[in-house]
Each structure stands twice: as C-alpha cells, then as structure tokens.
T-cell receptor, first 116, second 117 residues
Framework: AQTVTQSQPEMSVQEAETVTLSCTYD???????LFWYKQPPSRQMILVIR??????QNATENRFSVNFQKAAKSFSLKISDSQLGDTAMYFC?????????????FGTGTLLAVQP | NAGVMQNPRHLVRRRGQEARLRCSPM?????VYWYRQLPEEGLKFMVY????????ESGMPKERFSAEFPKEGPSILRIQQVVRGDSAAYFC???????????????FGPGTRLTVT
C-alpha cells in the first residue's frame, strides 16, 4: 500500500528564518510525482511545489525548495526567509497510481507557525 | 480563468436531513475528485468522476453517500440522512487531463464546511 507520513504535527519558526518540514512515503512505483500543499486558515488548498521523481534536480519555487531523496523515499520542504503569511498547515501528497485514478494520498499535516 | 468553485461554503444540517454539495470545475476540466477532511486530519479521497461517469468510488461510504457529474452543470456530492460524524470539510478538485498522465495536477476548490447539529 502507498502511504505518506509526516512526523512533525507542529513546528514553529521565527520570521526570516529557515524551516524544514519532513515527509516520507512508501511506493513501489519508479516514476511518480510528489506535492506539497499549503492550507492557510481560510482552508483553501494551495499547491506549493511539486517534484518529478525521475528528475535528479530538486524543485524550487522562490523561497520554497525540496530535498528529494528517492532511495530514502524522503521529500522534505524547506522554507527560506519565513514570512508571517507562511503560517498554515502543510500537507505532503502523493498520487496513488494503479487503476483508473490518480487520487492523492495526503499525510496528516504539519502545522507551521511563523512567529514575528 | 475562474478556479474551482464550490458552494455553499458553509452548510448546516440537522441530523437526518440531506446535504447537497456542488462543485464547478475549472473551465476545460472534465475530471473531478472529491475529498473529505475530518477535523484535525488530512484529506481523504472519496470519489473520482468524469463527465457522466463514476470512475472510482473506493473512498466513498457505501451507504447514504452518492456523487454525480452530469453532462451539463456542476458535480454534486449528496449525503442523505446526515449524522454528526459527517461533519467535515469537503473539497472538490479538478484536473485537465486523464489520470494516466500523472503530471496533470489537481486544482482544489475552497471547500464546503458541513456541520451537522
């Protein structure tokens, strides 16, 4: 079975500092995508960044980057220069392949609080 | 291009009533997913539909829940005879392409928060 694990229920970081959120997953697939979603207090799900497993290079989107280690099945999110607006719940997600659907499997989330 | 629309944003129902949640996918998207988020939990897949077809309903409770995506109009998630345990946020996501191409990401709507009293 494909699973996604986020072991940090809550984290806190000072404004302008850097924080890393961890995520591990389990799959027997070789080519796949991984996603980080942000859910602010408005509860809207916002795609932050995605990684393609067949690419060696870690994905980067402005202040957000990932550390993807395929062999270890690890997919952590690094937020640099944290801002107050980064305060949100962050979910790691992985498409469940096989069959006729790519339903997303979500981790349990990490609640990030950015302190002024 | 408007994003995924869901309405209502908040819905209050008494136990035993019916709840109807609507989702309009992004323009040009014909693939719709419904997810449920219970309090303090991540999102859980419920059902995947294409126009007029249910493709995968493996995450949907067997009783009281149904979904449709007609040729015209929004996708509807229907919950009959609601119970307190149905209180949750229900998210709809749409995708441009078929799930056989995993690069087609899912775009989420703002969700409907259902409260059963």
């Amino acid at each position: 079975a494909q699973t996604v694990t986020q072991s940090q229920p809550e984290m806190s970081v000072q404004e302008a500092e850097t924080v890393t959120l961890s995520c591990t997953y389990d799959t027997s697939e070789n080519n796949y995508y991984l996603f980080w979603y942000k859910q602010p207090p408005s509860r809207q799900m916002i795609l932050v960044i995605r990684q393609e497993a067949y690419k060696q290079q870690n994905a980067t989107e402005n202040r957000f980057s990932v550390n993807f280690q395929k062999a270890a099945k690890s997919f952590s999110l690094k937020i640099s220069d944290s801002q107050l607006g980064d305060t949100a719940m962050y979910f790691c997600a992985f498409p469940s392949y096989g069959g006729a659907t790519n339903k997303l499997i979500f981790g349990t989330g990490t609640l990030l609080a950015v302190q002024p | 291009n408007a994003g995924v629309m869901q309405n209502p944003r908040h819905l209050v129902r008494r136990r035993g009533q019916e709840a109807r949640l609507r989702c309009s996918p992004m323009k040009g998207h014909s693939h719709v997913y419904w997810y449920r988020q219970l309090p303090e939990e991540g999102l859980k897949f419920m059902v995947y539909l294409q126009k007029e077809n249910i493709i995968d309903e493996s995450g949907m409770p067997k009783e009281r829940f149904s979904a449709e995506f007609p040729k015209e109009g929004p996708s509807i998630l229907r919950i009959q005879q609601v119970v307190r345990g149905d209180s949750a946020a229900y998210f709809c996501a749409s995708s441009l392409g078929p799930p056989t191409i995993p690069s087609y990401e899912q775009y989420f709507g703002p969700g409907t928060r259902l409260t059963v009293t």
